[in-house]
């Protein structure tokens, strides 16, 4: 018996140690270039995530998909809705029944990440968030986003909004290659709306040289998520960080990143592309960081669940990730076996001086609410 006690008590400290390492994922990376598609580094590029504001990208997908089919025009008048007006931060801070123009939208969502912006657009192209949230994961199938499942417009906490790197690589390449004529708005850094000029809280589009724009993200389950697209010397790469534990982190991995492909100091996959990169293996999201309350519990039955498919045309993919989850009980509480560390990432160099020197303006205190995100 004592002889037992001794093997536990030896063993404690080890089952502790992997109890805290499997409680978060460590992030999820990837970078192509955006001229063929080529994957150019991965890491943990095709396990599931949850997107945060990384989802507006699809919103604006959406939306400039219309612009270009002329069902909605630039200076079209929007009226936000009692929904749109109660969004949490960040958010214009719209009152129901204010109005904006499609362009503001557009421009509110890029700089600010605006929620209430992102559904004011989701309910005029959709009639409803919920809708539109069904359309988004249509198309985002349609565009061999696999991984991907929409349940709103904003990105705002929901155990089945999920994604992947890969799939936001995907959506950001297929932005750029589909809507010539709207993707520069993405480079935008200031915004003015009713008299107020509005800063941009990207700044890794503000300050790395090249840089043509994207997206942050941030909720306690994503950790710090970014899009980013940058050229240099006729070569634009396309990286996606997910789950950065700290804003400067993501930059930090950011910029790592892309110096190192620019500097072609990556050992590339030359036969990978990301059009022929297996989907279906994304897994249990980790809820990344400590903070707020966990992913709340959604009870669904079957007979709504099959609506949800019908409704939103999901693949049969989905339909395995139900099964695999449990959709009628699905908890995400950090069971999720731990990404090993990137080779790239291990040496990391510091953030460059512009990005190190300014306060972010998107930090965020983690305590306080595992909603606000940008």
Known sequence: MNTVK??????????????????????????????????????????????????????????????????IHLNDTLTASSHASRQPNSKLGLRQGETLTVQDAILAIITRSANDAAVVLSEHLGGTEENFAAKMTAKAHNLGMYDSHFMNATGLPHPWQVTTSRDMAMLAWKTQQNFPNYYPYFAAHTFNFKGRELHGINKFTASYPGAEGMKTGFTCGSGY????????????????IMGGMTSPQRYQLMISMMNDGFANRINAYPDRNITTMASGSAGTPPYQIGCGNMMPTV????????????????????????????????????????ASKSKVFSKRRPVSKSLHKTKPVDTIKPSKSRYHHS
């Open 6 to 71: 001794s093997i536990l008590l030896i063993l404690m400290p080890v089952w502790l140690l992997l109890a805290s390492e499997s409680s978060y994922g460590r992030h999820a990376a990837i970078m192509i270039d955006a001229d063929n598609g080529s994957i150019l580094l991965e890491e943990n590029s095709t396990h599931a995530w949850y997107p945060a504001s990384l989802t507006k990208v699809m919103t604006l997908y959406m939306t400039f998909d219309a612009l270009q089919a002329g069902q």
């Open 225 to 240: 998520n970014l899009i980013s697209v940058a050229s240099q010397n006729g070569k634009r790469l396309i990286g996606v």
């Open 299 to 338: 009870s669904i039955g079957d007979n709504d669940y099959d609506k949800l498919i019908r409704k939103s045309g999901i693949t049969n993919h989905l339909i395995k990730v139900k099964n695999s989850q449990t959709a009628s009980k699905i908890k995400t509480t950090g069971k999720t076996k731990p």
